[in-house]
């Protein structure tokens, strides 16, 4: 039987279309990630960046891999069903955590998040992948945008730099182009979403999200983790997270000192 939070239906819908959204995810700890992205945005970590130009009107914060020196992310990974519905969705018994990531758009940020893959900024592969996306704000308008069935796609999306619109590896043709996926017409999911409730989606759905042009925040916090089939992968460039000086060698299955197994 699957988790509580999860129908079988929906187990399917993940793994035909890459995205399903989980009602409900964080809901009992909507508090703690408050409390821990206010800890993150006061105590950036070394990842963190501001996304907007100069002249660009608000605020669009991100930073990741700050659960180890945040408690109030730990505390709810560790106590919160992630890794049982992560599980159920990725048809892994083993959960194992990969990173964490914190996005904040401030009222009036008309900047959207640009469409991308998480796949290719990672130095990980596997179909057993999953990222929660959990808003910790009301949203409609400012939800993510995640295209269906992309992360079955042949060829993964070209990675960018979101300020410097650059490509993030020398090797272009190794990739598509970055699509518009409401100019062709693709199948984009998107939900109105109440705070704890959370989309999950594959490393290799192609996902963003609008600006936030409404008068409240837009705090987002993203849990990614990865299943047994996902192992350490070479790319052409430095990845995103980077993660200096894990040793790992291509083919191995993450560290687990870094990387601490959720369920086994």
Request: proline content about 9%.
């Amino acid at each position: 039987m699957p988790h509580p939070l999860l129908t079988d239906d929906q187990i399917e819908t993940y793994q035909r279309d890459g995205v399903v959204l989980v009602r409900g995810l964080f809901k009992d700890h909507v508090d703690t990630l408050r409390a821990g992205v206010a800890r993150n945005m006061a105590e950036p970590g070394p990842y963190a960046a501001e996304n907007l130009k100069e002249g660009e009107a608000g605020r669009f914060f991100d930073d990741y891999c700050n659960w180890d020196r945040i408690p109030e992310f730990r505390e709810v990974i560790e106590a919160s069903p992630a890794a049982d519905v992560a599980a159920d969705l990725m048809g892994s018994s083993r959960v194992q955590m990969f990173h964490d990531h914190v996005l904040v758009k401030e009222p009036g940020t008309a900047k959207p998040t640009p469409w991308h893959q998480d796949g290719p900024y990672y130095f990980v592969e596997g179909r057993q992948t999953v990222s929660f996306w959990s808003p910790l704000d009301p949203v409609d308008t400012a939800s993510l945008r995640c295209v269906a069935g992309s992360h079955l796609w042949k060829k993964p999306v070209l990675p960018t730099r979101w300020l410097a619109e650059t490509s993030f590896y020398p090797d272009e043709d190794a990739y598509q182009p970055v699509p518009d996926p409401d100019a062709q017409g693709m199948d984009i999911c998107e939900w109105e979403m109440a705070p704890g409730d959370a989309v999950a989606f594959n490393f290799m759905t192609l996902h963003g999200a609008r600006g936030n042009e409404t008068t409240q925040r837009r705090r987002a916090f993203s849990l990614r983790l990865v299943g047994e089939d996902t192992r350490y992968v070479e790319r052409p460039g430095p990845t995103s997270p980077p993660f200096p000086g894990h040793a790992m060698q291509a083919g191995q299955r993450l560290r687990e000192d870094w990387f601490p197994v959720l369920r086994n």
